[in-house]
């Protein structure tokens, strides 16, 4: 096999808020910045240049940064190519600079669309994601309303992150979105055993306490040891059960698509709500600042004969077998 990983070598400003864009073409310490809500940048130019007759394994968007504290601000990370994009993840480390991988799941890549191969970051407000149609959100009052149901000033069941207690969480705004997106059904199994479903957009944030950290869809069958339903696990989250918060597993992912979403915001200072019992992440207003150093993406593919090689972003090759 051939490995080849590369740098960008241009950008183009979506939104503007990253401070010196170019900082992200080549891991060295000099970083783009933002403490801009929806600043988006794209990256291209990556030099892909797959023979035509290779058969592409696996594409991984990279990213090396960090961001500091307080905030639940993430920096999401999109792959793409031509009009096709696929969301890959969030790098939502603290203070030590780090680079996290991120494989491709839903392009069909071929080498033409390697070739053309961009990657876009934005610096969020963190937590969010959205739900579908018909999930039940947990009101103050321990009843539930069907999510497109909740309207501005609605007054959800939160929580205070700090001291565990119960919190109302007021609604900020509520937005529907459409087109096309990917979708998890998260399978788990409430403390009487019951086996329900809670269906969320693959950035959707909730905290696990068996990892300690937040996660999302996307990221969650790399911790369950056999996600198979009814199966052990090494994956649990928070739900809320009989007034108490508990820990419950997730024994099954399932993914599919869907064309309308629902994104719940909440009044500063709020961000913890429940969702189909879960507790989830709400995008709030407390913004800091987030460091990208580097935004690589690592090709593996296959040419038919003959001698394999490594590519690096420095244009340094090795044979590999």
Not at 19 to 48: C, H, I, L, M, Q
Not at 164 to 174: A, D, G, N, Y
């Amino acid at each position: 096999m051939t490995v080849e990983t590369r740098s960008p070598s241009n950008y183009t400003v979506i939104m503007p808020g990253w401070e010196n864009p170019e900082n992200a073409y080549a891991s060295d310490d000099a970083r783009t910045v933002s403490s801009v809500n929806g600043a988006e940048t794209k990256y291209t130019g990556y030099g892909f240049n797959v023979p035509s007759n290779a058969t592409i394994n696996k594409v991984e968007g990279g990213i090396e940064g960090y961001r500091t504290y307080p905030s639940t601000t993430c920096i999401p990370v999109w792959i793409g190519s031509g009009s096709e994009m696929e969301y890959l993840d969030s790098l939502d480390v603290l203070e030590s600079e780090v680079t996290e991988w991120y494989t491709s799941k839903l392009i069909n890549w071929t080498p033409s669309k390697v070739n053309a191969i961009w990657s876009k970051i934005r610096s969020d407000e963190g937590g969010g994601g959205c739900f579908a149609e018909d999930s039940l959100i947990l009101m103050w009052d321990r009843t539930t309303k069907k999510v497109q149901d909740i309207k501005p000033d609605d007054v959800l069941l939160g929580m205070d992150d700090a001291t565990r207690q119960w919190i109302p969480s007021v609604v900020r705004e509520m937005f529907v979105r459409k087109g096309d997106f990917q979708m998890a059904v998260i399978h788990y199994r409430k403390p009487n055993g019951k086996i329900v479903t809670s269906r969320v957009t693959q950035d959707h944030a909730m905290w696990s306490p068996s990892v300690n950290r937040r996660v999302k869809p996307l990221s969650m069958e790399s911790f369950i040891t056999n996600p198979i339903n009814g199966s052990p696990t090494s994956l649990t989250l928070h739900d809320f059960y009989k007034e108490r918060l508990v820990e419950v597993p997730v024994v099954k992912l399932e993914e599919y698509r869907a064309d309308t979403v629902y994104d719940i915001r909440l009044k500063s200072g709020h961000h913890l709500f429940f969702g189909d019992d879960l507790l989830g992440m709400a995008k709030d207003c407390l913004m800091c600042t987030a460091y990208v150093d580097w935004l690589p993406i690592r090709v593996t593919y296959t040419i038919p004969s003959g001698k394999q090689i490594r590519v690096t972003g420095d244009g340094i090759a090795e044979l590999i077998g």
